[in-house]
């Protein structure tokens, strides 16, 4: 009896098997590896997906001319950040990445020409969400950046004719926050951030239970001029690296599909936590 053909990754992304999309807001980097109520439920939730094939991840993090799609076997762990403890310096993420996946993604996102980036490696938005979703690191990760020179609603767009890889099993993870003004964190009497205040500033809340709003209604367009949402969201959204990924969030959304929120909190007056499932 003859052998059976090893399957190759691209025959099983082949095969049809949706799974959900996500919107993390991913918060401080220390997420990573503190334990608190939204690494919790991280974890509950990368524990009650269905196993998806790959991963890709679109991040405030990553920002560039141009779009680019990570393409190396072995992604590195990016510490963009400053000033945090040691330990979190230390923490790695070892998943492999995948070039084929990588022109995949390129194949599908024909509205605009995608190069390939050989050298990055995965930013503190995608890994600190993934290392507590899926501790193994055992799945491929690629990561999509953000084009400065794209509107919003360019990004949503694209973010469209990306959704069919949902059905050939990627989970796509779009990481940020919906709102997100580090100028207006509350600090402390030591005159640091404090990153551990429980409540949001009015405007925060406002334009948090706006942009909900909007969302339950599939208001998607409005969302993308959120400049013109007021004042609370202009607060919300003084630069939209951390918006954006939401956008390519619902752009992934399907008919009878619905949207399932969690940690949905205001933390250090002016960071929205908010998250959704999409399924």
Not at 226 to 252: C, D, I, K, T, W
Request: some cysteine; aromatic content about 8%; hydrophobic content about 40%.
């Amino acid at each position: 009896m003859k052998p059976k053909a090893k399957k190759s990754p691209k025959d099983s992304m082949r095969k049809k098997q949706r799974v959900p999309a996500l919107f993390i807001g991913h918060g401080n980097p220390m997420n990573a590896i503190e334990d608190n109520d939204f690494t919790l439920h991280w974890q509950q939730v990368g524990k009650s997906l269905p196993r998806p094939k790959a991963i890709l991840c679109v991040s405030a993090h990553w920002q560039t001319w141009g779009t680019l799609v990570t393409a190396m076997e072995s992604p590195r762990t990016i510490h963009d950040f400053g000033g945090f403890p040691p330990e979190l310096y230390q923490a790695q993420y070892p998943a492999p990445g995948s070039s084929w996946l990588a022109g995949e993604i390129r194949n599908s996102i024909t509205g605009s020409k995608v190069g390939f980036d050989l050298d990055r490696g995965l930013d503190h938005g995608c890994w600190s969400v993934l290392k507590r979703m899926f501790p193994a690191a055992d799945l491929p990760v690629v990561q999509l950046s953000l084009d400065y020179t794209k509107s919003a609603i360019e990004h949503y767009n694209m973010g469209r004719e990306m959704a069919n890889l949902r059905d050939r099993g990627i989970l796509i993870l779009a990481s940020g926050n919906m709102v997100h003004n580090l100028e207006r964190v509350e600090v402390s009497h030591n005159g640091r951030r404090d990153f551990n205040r429980p409540l949001g500033f009015d405007w925060a809340i406002e334009a948090n239970n706006l942009f909900k709003k909007l969302i339950d209604e599939d208001r998607s367009a409005e969302l993308a001029d959120f400049h013109s949402l007021g004042h609370a969201a202009q607060l919300a959204v003084p630069s939209p690296e951390h918006f954006l990924p939401l956008l390519y969030a619902l752009a992934l959304k399907q008919k009878g599909e619905k949207i399932t929120y969690f940690n949905d909190k205001l933390l250090a007056g002016s960071i929205a936590m908010t998250s959704f499932i999409i399924k």
